[in-house]
Nanobody, 116 residues
Framework: QVQLVESGGGLVQSGGSLRLSCAASGSIFSIYTMGWYRQAPGKQRELVAAITRGGRANYADSVKGRFTISRDDRKNTVYLQMNSLKPEDTAVYYC??????????WGQGTQVTVSS
């Protein structure tokens, strides 16, 4: 079992920055690929960024060059640094922990709102 708790969401103006954190507990954090997903009203949940246990990251095209995912396995935490935010980044952001062979774990989500 893995428990995930997100924090760091909020309201920010267009062009601003936010840093999301996801603290994990309950299992061996370092074995999981960690990801950030988001879901805007009326839209499907989409992958924003993911980072493997080896530190390899991948990003959605819409956030490349603006968002950075990182992880600190000593703190069992994954981060999403979001810069140059746009109104279309407004969504609930979810943390995800995945490992081959088991269902992924999800956090409760944190709201990010970007005003124009």
């Amino acid at each position: 079992q893995v428990q995930l708790v997100e924090s760091g969401g909020g309201l920010v103006q267009s062009g601003g920055s936010l840093r999301l954190s996801c603290a994990a507990s309950g299992s061996i954090f370092s074995i999981y690929t960690m990801g950030w997903y988001r879901q805007a009203p009326g839209k499907q949940r989409e992958l924003v960024a993911a980072i493997t246990r080896g530190g390899r990251a991948n990003y959605a095209d819409s956030v490349k060059g603006r968002f950075t995912i990182s992880r600190d396995d000593r703190k069992n935490t994954v981060y999403l640094q979001m810069n140059s935010l746009k109104p279309e980044d407004t969504a609930v952001y979810y943390c995800n922990a995945a490992v081959v062979g088991i269902d992924p774990y999800w956090g409760q989500g944190t709201q990010v709102t970007v005003s124009s």
